[in-house]
């Protein structure tokens, strides 16, 4: 049961136009939601989140916005630069008993910009 | 400043070997975690913990167990490996999972079982 979803398997975009990656969640209870990045023989590395409450958040190129009833979070690149070049990973953040919780990641999204 | 260090990068197993795939991390997190990743999955979570002392199961963790006897380490072990093992390992840690801080992770052990 896939309580993340990325169902665009790869993305490709011209450089300085936009990139919009997708994500699909089901469990209401989420309460962070988290880009990754990931380059090719490295970890992923962290690179923007949104608090359930909000709605949009911006870091230089890169927004993230939340659509709550819709279970629906995206990422937005602009301008993209072909140093974007990489498997994007949207996950959430889930709380369990006895101040635990984990992280639960999607499928990834490789994106592909070209010069 | 080392960070998240896996060791090793690459390991071949043959069928029903066992090993243990060694995580440490130099940036006194509490906060501990195991994944794997496999094409057209994603990460996956195997095992976490939220301190020395205490561990908890994640997404898949049949196969693997876990210990955390102090708060550097987080050894994975794969008691009789299976091919369906093979997979990207990713060692993650942070100061608290539970409040947005984002996971630090290492450069992964590709592990191959035969």
């Known amino acids: 049961d896939q309580q993340v979803k990325q169902n665009s398997p790869s993305l490709s975009v011209q450089e300085g136009r936009i990139s919009i990656l997708n994500c699909d969640y089901t469990?209401?209870?989420?309460?962070?939601f988290l880009w990754y990045k990931k380059y090719p023989a490295e970890g992923p590395t962290f690179l923007i989140s949104?608090?359930?409450?909000?709605d949009k958040n911006e870091d230089g190129r890169f927004t993230v916005f939340l659509n709550k009833s819709a279970k629906h979070l995206s990422l937005h690149i602009v301008p993209s630069q072909p140093g974007d070049s990489a498997v994007y990973f949207c996950?959430?953040?889930?709380?369990?008993?006895?101040?635990?919780?984990?992280?639960?990641f999607g499928q990834g999204t490789t994106l592909q910009v070209k010069p | 400043n080392a960070g998240v260090t896996q060791t090793p990068k690459f390991q071949v197993l043959k069928t029903g070997q066992s090993m243990t795939l060694q995580c440490a991390q130099d940036?006194?997190?509490?906060?501990m975690s195991w994944y794997r990743q496999d094409p057209g999955m994603g990460l996956r979570l195997i095992h976490y913990?939220?301190?020395?002392?205490?561990?908890d199961q994640g997404e898949v963790p049949n196969g693997y167990n876990v210990s955390r006897s102090t708060t550097e380490d987080f050894p994975l072990r794969l008691l009789s490996a299976a091919p369906s093992q093979t997979s990207v390992y990713f060692c993650?840690?942070?100061?608290?999972?539970?409040?947005?801080?984002?996971?630090?992770f290492g450069n992964g052990t590709r592990l191959t079982v035969t």
């Open positions: 993650a840690s942070s100061t608290q999972v539970f409040n947005n801080s984002p996971l630090h």
């Open positions: 469990n209401s209870m989420f309460d962070y």
């Open positions: 949104i608090s359930s409450i909000k």
């Open positions: 996950a959430a953040t889930v709380y369990g008993s006895g101040n635990t919780g984990k992280l639960i």
């Open positions: 940036m006194n997190h509490e906060y």
């Open positions: 913990s939220v301190g020395a002392g205490i561990t």
